[in-house]
């Protein structure tokens, strides 16, 4: 069992940044991937980044290529996510996730941990 919890999120303005950040707790949990997921109002959850157990692999969104940023520190147990340039369509619940792999992050249908999320407002 692993358990996810986020924190640092907030709200912040147009233009600024933010950075998240995942404890995660339990057995073997430095052989999973993260990743990050988010879900808007009247959305879907989707996708945001992932990086491999061993951080040498990571995936971006589209929207994310270029602005954020995901890592991990596997001695601490921990995975972050430095965002910049937040847009207001940003805004979002922002949830941590661990899966077996970068891919089965992507997919997102079967992801086996979440955390609770954090909440991150970009006012315009």
């Known amino acids: 069992q692993v358990q996810l919890v986020e924190s640092g999120g907030g709200l912040v303005q147009a233009g600024g940044s933010l950075r998240l950040s995942c404890a995660a707790s339990g057995r073997t949990v430095s052989s999973y991937a993260m990743g990050w997921f988010r879900q808007a109002p009247g959305k879907e959850r989707e996708f945001v980044a992932a990086i491999s157990w061993s951080g040498g692999s990571t995936s971006y969104a589209d929207f994310a290529q270029g602005r954020f940023t995901i890592s991990r520190d596997n001695a601490k147990n921990t995975v972050s996510l430095q965002m910049s340039s937040l847009k207001p369509e940003d805004t979002a619940v922002y949830y941590c996730?661990?899966?077996?792999?970068?891919?089965?992050?992507?997919?997102?249908?079967?992801?086996?941990?979440w955390g609770q999320g954090t909440q991150v407002t970009v006012s315009s």
């Open positions: 996730a661990a899966d077996y792999s970068v891919r089965a992050l992507r997919v997102g249908t079967n992801v086996h941990y």
